[in-house]
């Protein structure tokens, strides 16, 4: 079954006692003991928690760029554990997008070429028609073709937020995505970031030490000591999204 089409009955994201255990000088460091969630299609979950605790080490489990030691991920009905590098890259073309703190930008690379590069590598053939889009959806339509280096802060994770959502994915993966901004830019994305889940029904898991952000979402998690723990009340207008 190929990466793009897979059948998913019940939850998109299905996460069941994971372990990541790291090596470190003092001897191993258990990072993730036993972590357990599901995400629902559409829903979107805030996942808070101490630092240290394991959220930025979850979230790379789930999008494949760390592996678990034990336990078992499904995301849209694939097996994480039994791909290869080739087959994980794949599917992260075509399921995830991505936007972590750091903005991740190629800095060689204009907005434009940002957003359709991963396109083009997933096959896409109007790549730059649908990156331009996306970056007039996040208001950059008039700096298409500036740098990273020439963009502030904000922008970065504006074209970020272009490109993780640009590939129409599944799931959207948001590792502390105002960490690197001030207050109010830090709201703005936000705000672009949960209409347009909201208008594509994608489903979120963010990553945030901010409660007051997570709880813009339909669920709360809380991560203590590498285990998830239970859900919190959110505000249910947020939790699905129209698409």
Same mark, same amino acid.
């Given at each position: =079954? #190929?990466? %793009?089409?897979?059948n998913t009955d019940g939850p998109l994201v299905a996460v069941s006692d994971v372990h990541v255990t790291l090596e470190s000088s003092a001897g191993a460091v258990n990072i993730l003991r036993g972590a357990s969630l599901t995400l629902a299609p559409g829903e979107a979950v805030g996942l808070v928690g101490p630092s240290g #605790? $394991?959220? #930025?080490?979850?979230? %790379?489990? *789930?999008? $494949?760029?760390e592996r678990a030691a034990k336990g078992r991920i499904v995301?849209? +009905?694939? @097996?994480? +554990?039994? =791909?290869?590098? @080739?087959a994980l890259a794949v599917f992260r073309r075509h399921h995830l997008g991505i936007v972590?703190? #750091?903005?991740?930008?190629?800095?060689?690379m204009n907005a434009l070429e940002n957003v359709a590069i991963p396109l083009e590598l997933g096959g896409a053939r109007d790549a730059f028609a649908r990156a331009r889009e996306?970056?007039?959806? *996040? +208001?950059? +339509?008039h700096r298409l073709t500036h740098y990273p280096a020439q963009l502030s802060g904000g922008e970065q994770q504006? *074209?970020?937020?272009?490109?993780?959502f640009a590939g129409e994915p599944k799931l959207v993966l948001a590792d502390e995505p105002t960490g690197n901004l001030d207050s109010a830019t830090g709201h703005a994305i936000v705000d672009l =970031?949960?209409?347009i889940r909201a208008d594509r029904g994608t489903t979120l898991l963010l *990553?945030?030490?901010d409660t007051s952000l997570a709880q813009r979402c339909g669920r709360v998690l809380r991560m203590d000591d590498g285990r998830v723990f239970g859900a919190v009340a959110a505000d249910p207008a947020c939790a699905h999204g129209h698409g």
């Open positions: =079954m #190929s990466a %793009s089409h897979a #605790s $394991g959220k #930025s080490t979850l979230l %790379s489990v *789930v999008a $494949g760029l995301i849209a +009905g694939h @097996d994480l +554990g039994a =791909m290869d590098e @080739d972590f703190q #750091s903005f991740h930008l190629v800095p060689t996306r970056l007039v959806e *996040v +208001g950059l +339509g504006r *074209v970020a937020l272009a490109r993780a =970031m949960f209409r *990553v945030t030490h």
